[in-house]
């Protein structure tokens, strides 16, 4: 019988999972989470002069746009890759933000540091995933507020997550990302530390000049999509490609031929006991 009661092997996986972040280039992709990061940031709020920690940055999305507050701002992640290319695009658009590579379940970072602590689309992909919320909590100051943006079960992110699952099935005993997507398991991994969840359901649009162009797009550029090609036959990937276009077109709203996709996903706002 197998026993799926082992803890995993949390460092395995996690290597892992860097070396499928490092594939592509997340940041021809992150286009698509700028609304997302704005929407955050607004109801985040940080004020000018606050510290904001944005993690799982990727190339600084969230980051830049909290900097543009004149907040003084991190970002942490664990590819250097894209922690390089978050200090370009800081530098070319004449904003001071401290990059950092780091992973979101052991930050290098002081207790109560942060005024504010986001990720979009990020932390909720560490596979220990107590560690990685506690460490949310202990960075954040008390008071202080957490603020995710990320996928969930229903809608777009959530069928394209399933969807890549069933071509690499995720490590055993690992939590999906979607469990951040959930309520009980926002109180399961922020309620202890927490004195309010609030989470709403929000949509965001991704645009692409076609169907084609969007699988192209993250076929070579999104990590995971990456990966999932490389682990099959010419006849596989004919097959995942398939399926990953009609994920597109259940949500393409567009008529024209170009895709206008409909993204639903959660807005978390969590204040720090
Ligand atoms: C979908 S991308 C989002 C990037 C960025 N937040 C954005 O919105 O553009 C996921 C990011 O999470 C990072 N990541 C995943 N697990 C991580 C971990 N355990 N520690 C640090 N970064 C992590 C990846 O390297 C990647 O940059």
Same mark, same amino acid.
């Given at each position: ?35 997302m990061?704005e929407r955050?940031?607004?109801?985040v ?12 940055c990727?190339?600084g ?24 290319r ?34 979009v ?21 008390? %008071?202080?507020?957490? =603020? /995710?943006?990320?996928?969930?079960? +229903? !809608? ?5 997550? $399933? ?17 951040? %997507?959930?309520?009980? =398991? /926002?109180?399961?991994?922020?309620? +202890? !530390? ?5 989470? $709403? ?22 990590g ?25 077109d259940?949500?393409?709203l ?12 959660a ?7």
């Amino acid at each position: 019988m197998k026993d799926d009661t082992r803890v995993p092997d949390y460092a395995s996986v996690t290597k892992g999972q860097r070396e499928t972040w490092s594939s592509g280039d997340f940041n021809e992709i992150a286009r698509q989470n700028v609304e997302m990061a704005e929407r955050l940031c607004n109801a985040v709020d940080p004020h000018p002069g606050q510290r904001v920690l944005d993690v799982a940055c990727g190339s600084g999305t969230a980051a830049l746009i909290a900097e543009r507050r004149y907040c003084d701002v991190t970002g942490v992640d664990y590819v250097p890759e894209l922690i390089e290319r978050a200090e370009t695009r800081a530098r070319v658009n004449g904003q001071e933000i401290d990059f950092q590579v780091g992973d979101a379940q052991d930050m290098p970072f002081p207790d109560e540091d942060f005024d504010a602590v986001v990720s979009v689309y990020g932390v909720q992909f560490a596979p220990d995933q107590q560690r990685a919320a506690r460490e949310l909590i202990r960075v954040c100051k008390p %008071g202080g507020t957490i =603020g /995710l943006a990320g996928p969930i079960p +229903a !809608g777009w992110s959530g069928d394209w997550f $399933e969807t890549h699952a069933r071509y690499v099935p995720p490590p055993p005993g690992v939590p999906s990302p979607l469990r951040w %997507g959930t309520s009980g =398991g /926002l109180d399961e991994l922020l309620g +202890a !530390g927490t004195r309010s969840i609030t989470s $709403e359901r929000r949509t965001t649009r991704q645009y692409y000049r076609s169907i084609d162009h969007a699988v192209d797009v993250f076929s070579t550029y999104f990590g995971p999509t990456i990966r999932a090609l490389e682990t099959l036959d010419a006849a596989g990937r004919a097959r995942l490609r398939t399926d990953l276009e009609e994920v597109f077109d259940r949500y393409n709203l567009a008529t024209d031929g170009t895709a206008i996709v409909e993204n639903q996903y959660a807005q978390t706002i969590a204040t720090r006991a």
